[in-house]
C-alpha cells in the first residue's frame, strides 16, 4: 500500500509489543540514523539506568525511541523486560493543546508533529505531556520528539523504527487494525497465562480524556514498570475548573475593592 | 508465580526497591526558572495595580484620582520588564512573534500571550490619559473634566485584561502533567490571582507613599485591602497544601520549605498582618505611615517568595515519578 493510496481519514501509528522486543536497538539506531538525531550530551559520558543496556535513559529532544531493560532480580535469577517506548501521538493530545504557536499539529496521518520552522522553544508542550516525551534542545533551543517519519511517510514508507524492526516487536499501520491484533495478541498471551494488557486502548477506561493513543503497546508487566502512567489525564481537562474558580475569585475581589473604596470615612 | 509476583514479593521487603523504571521521572518537568519567576511577579503586579487603578478612580470618591493616577503608573512600570522576561525565556528568543501567530482557547499560554498584549495597549493608553491629565492640572488654566471622563471611561478596559494577566498564570500551571500544580486546579488559580492582588495593593501602597503626601483615608483604605487579599491568599495557600496531601512533599521540604515556611507566611503574611494591627493602634501619623510601608515591602517580598516556591516546587514534583503514579493510579 502505497501512501497515496491511504484515505485522509485513516489514522496511523505503531504498535510496540514488549513480549517481542529482543532488546537489540536496532529502533533507536534506525531513528537517530533517519532523523539525524545525535548522540544524547555527549558531554555527560556514558551513562546505564541499570546493569544492562539502557545508555539512552530516556525519550528526549535527541532520542525518540528509547529500550527499557526492566531488570526484575528475585531468588531465581534476573528477568528482562524490554519495550521500545516513543511518543504516543494521542488522540487528543497534551502538547498539542498547549503549543501557543500552532507549531505541534495533526498531520493527515493522525499524527502529532512539531514543526521545527515555527517552534520557538516556549517549553510549554514539555510539562504539558503525561508521558514526558517532548523536550527543550540546549544545542537549538527548540522543542523535540518523534514525528511518527512523517517524511517518509509522505514518501510512502514506514518509520524507520518498525522498518529496522527484526522481530516485528514495532508494527505500523492503520490504527484500527493495529487496536485489532493487539486485543488479539493480548488475549493469545493471557491464554498462555502471560499478565499481558494493551496499554492505549482507549476502551479499557482510563485514559483521561486522552481518549486513545496513537501508539499502542503490548505490555507483559503492570504500565509502571515501564514508567508508563496507569491511567493519564490530558492537562487541558483542568483548564475549566480552573478559570472557573479564577474567574469567581476575580469576581470576589472585585467586589471587595469596591466596598473597600467606595466606603466613607 | 509469574515474573510480576515473583517481583513484587521480591521487593516487598526491600522498601529502598526504585519506583517505577530505576525512579526515573515519568514527566519532563518544566525549565522556567527566575526569568519565569519575575514575570509571575511583575505581571501580577501590572495586572492588580490596573484594577485597583479602575476601582480607585469609580468607586473612590474622596482619594480616588490620586490612588487612580499612582496605581496606573504602577501598573505602567511593573509591565515593562514583563516582555522583557518572556522574550529571553524562550529557547528562541528571535520567534517570540509566533505567540501571537494563532490563538488557541486550549493553551492558556496562548490566551495569556494575546491578553498580554492587549493589556499592554491598554495600560499604554490609560498611562497617556494620566500623563494629559496631569499636565492640564499642572497648567491650571483649562478644566480637566473631559479627560477624567475618559479616563473614567476607559478604566475597566485595563483593569478586565489585567485580571486576565493575573489570572491566567495560576490556570497555566494548573495544565500540565505536574502533579503538584495540576491535582487542585480550582486552588492554584486563585492563589495566584490573590497573591497578585496583595503584592499589587502593596506596590501601589509604598509608590503612593513615595511620591505623593496621600490623604490618610487612602493609605488607610489600600492598606485595608491589602490585609484583605493576603488573609484571602493564605486561605487559600493553607487550602491548597492540605488538599495536596502527599503531593504538597516538595512544597514543604527542603530550601522551597524553608521559604514557604519563614518568608511566605512568616514574612509575607503573617508579619504584615501583626504590622497592620500595630500601627491602627499608634497615635503617630508619622509611625503609622512607617509601619504600613514596611507591611507593604515585607508583602512584596512574601509574594515574590510564594511565586518561587511554586515554580521550583514545581519542577521538584515532575522529577519524582511516585508523585505521578499517585496521580495516575485512580
Redesign the interface.
Same mark, same amino acid.
Given at each position: 500500500m502505497t501512501t497515496s493510496a491511504r484515505s485522509q481519514e485513516t489514522h496511523y501509528g505503531f504498535l510496540t509489543d514488549a513480549t517481542l522486543c529482543i532488546g537489540c536497538k536496532a529502533c533507536e539506531v534506525a531513528c537517530k540514523q533517519w532523523n539525524q538525531l545525535p548522540a544524547d550530551s555527549p558531554s555527560e559520558g556514558f551513562h546505564l539506568?541499570?546493569f544492562s543496556f539502557d545508555n539512552t535513559?530516556?525519550l528526549?529532544a535527541t532520542t525518540w525511541r528509547h529500550v527499557?531493560f526492566?531488570e526484575?532480580? !528475585?531468588?531465581?535469577g534476573v528477568?528482562w523486560?524490554m519495550l521500545s517506548d516513543v511518543c504516543k501521538h494521542c488522540v487528543h493530545a497534551?502538547c498539542l +493543546?498547549?503549543?501557543?504557536?500552532?507549531?505541534i499539529l495533526r498531520t493527515e496521518f493522525g499524527t502529532v508533529v512539531i514543526q521545527d520552522n515555527?517552534?520557538?522553544?516556549?517549553?510549554?508542550c514539555?510539562?504539558?505531556?503525561?508521558?514526558?516525551?517532548?523536550? #527543550?534542545?540546549?544545542a +537549538?533551543?527548540? !522543542?523535540h520528539k518523534c514525528t511518527l517519519c512523517y517524511d517518509r511517510l509522505r514518501g510512502g514508507l514506514a518509520p524507520a523504527c518498525a522498518t529496522a524492526c527484526p522481530t516485528a516487536s514495532i508494527r505500523f499501520g492503520p490504527l484500527e487494525e493495529l487496536l485489532q491484533s493487539g486485543r488479539e495478541r493480548v488475549s493469545t498471551l493471557q491464554e498462555q497465562?502471560?499478565?499481558a494488557s494493551l496499554y492505549g486502548d482507549e476502551n479499557l477506561g482510563g485514559t483521561?480524556g486522552i481518549r486513545g493513543l496513537g501508539a499502542l503497546f503490548v505490555l507483559?508487566?503492570?504500565p509502571?514498570?515501564?514508567?508508563?502512567?496507569?491511567?493519564?489525564?490530558l492537562?487541558?481537562r483542568?483548564?475549566l475548573?480552573?478559570?472557573?474558580?479564577?474567574?469567581?475569585?476575580?469576581i470576589? #475581589?472585585?467586589v471587595?475593592?469596591?466596598l473597600?473604596? !467606595?466606603? +466613607?470615612? | 508465580m509469574t515474573s510480576i509476583e515473583r517481583r513484587e514479593s521480591s521487593s516487598a521487603g526491600a522498601s529502598s526497591e526504585p519506583v517505577g523504571y530505576y525512579g526515573l521521572p515519568v514527566i519532563h518537568g518544566p525549565h522556567w526558572k527566575w526569568l519565569i519567576i519575575c514575570y509571575f511577579f511583575f505581571g501580577g503586579i501590572s495586572g492588580t495595580s490596573a484594577v485597583l487603578s479602575a476601582i480607585a478612580r469609580l468607586f473612590d470618591h474622596q482619594d480616588g484620582p490620586h490612588i487612580a493616577r499612582v496605581a496606573t503608573y504602577t501598573s505602567m512600570g511593573a509591565l515593562l520588564p514583563c516582555p522583557i522576561f518572556l522574550i529571553l525565556d524562550l529557547g528562541r528568543p528571535g520567534r517570540f512573534l509566533n505567540m501571537l501567530r494563532v490563538l488557541r482557547p486550549s493553551s492558556p499560554m496562548s490566551v495569556g500571550s494575546w491578553g498580554l498584549a492587549l493589556f499592554g495597549t491598554a495600560t499604554s493608553v490609560s498611562a497617556l490619559l494620566q500623563v494629559l491629565i496631569d499636565v492640564k492640572a499642572r497648567g491650571r488654566t483649562s478644566s480637566v473634566g473631559s479627560l477624567d471622563s475618559a479616563a473614567r471611561l476607559f478604566a475597566p478596559v485595563p483593569a478586565l485584561l489585567g485580571l486576565l494577566v493575573a489570572g491566567y498564570t495560576g490556570v497555566l500551571l494548573s495544565a500540565t502533567a505536574v502533579p503538584i500544580w495540576s491535582k487542585r486546579p480550582w486552588l492554584l488559580g486563585p492563589l495566584f490571582l490573590t497573591s497578585a492582588t496583595s503584592s499589587g495593593t502593596a506596590a501601589v501602597a509604598i509608590a503612593l507613599s513615595l511620591v505623593e503626601r496621600a490623604d490618610e483615608p487612602g493609605e488607610v483604605r489600600l492598606s485595608r485591602f491589602e490585609s484583605l487579599a493576603v488573609t484571602a491568599e493564605s486561605a487559600i495557600l493553607v487550602g491548597w497544601v492540605f488538599a495536596l496531601g502527599a503531593t504538597a512533599e516538595p512544597m514543604l521540604s527542603g530550601r522551597v520549605g524553608a521559604v514557604l515556611r519563614y518568608i511566605v507566611v512568616g514574612a509575607g503574611m503573617a508579619a504584615p498582618q501583626l504590622i497592620a494591627i500595630k500601627s491602627q493602634q499608634s497615635a503617630n501619623r508619622r509611625s503609622r505611615l512607617l509601619l504600613t510601608r514596611a507591611a507593604s515591602i515585607l508583602t512584596l517580598i512574601g509574594g515574590f517568595a510564594l511565586r518561587y516556591a511554586v515554580v521550583q516546587a514545581g519542577r521538584d514534583s515532575a522529577d519524582d515519578p511516585l508523585a505521578t503514579f499517585d496521580m495516575t493510579r485512580c
Open positions: 539506568t541499570g535513559v530516556d528526549g527499557h526492566v526484575q532480580t !528475585s531468588n531465581s528477568a523486560l497534551g +493543546d498547549a503549543c501557543p504557536t500552532g507549531a515555527i517552534c520557538n522553544g516556549c517549553g510549554y514539555v510539562p504539558a505531556c503525561p508521558f514526558g516525551v517532548p523536550q #527543550l534542545d540546549h +537549538d533551543g527548540g !522543542s497465562g502471560v499478565p483521561g507483559n508487566a503492570p509502571e514498570c515501564f514508567n508508563l502512567p496507569a491511567r493519564p489525564r492537562p487541558r483542568n483548564i475548573p480552573a478559570a472557573l474558580a479564577t474567574v469567581g475569585m476575580a470576589g #475581589l472585585c471587595a475593592g469596591a473597600t473604596f !467606595s466606603a +466613607d470615612e | -
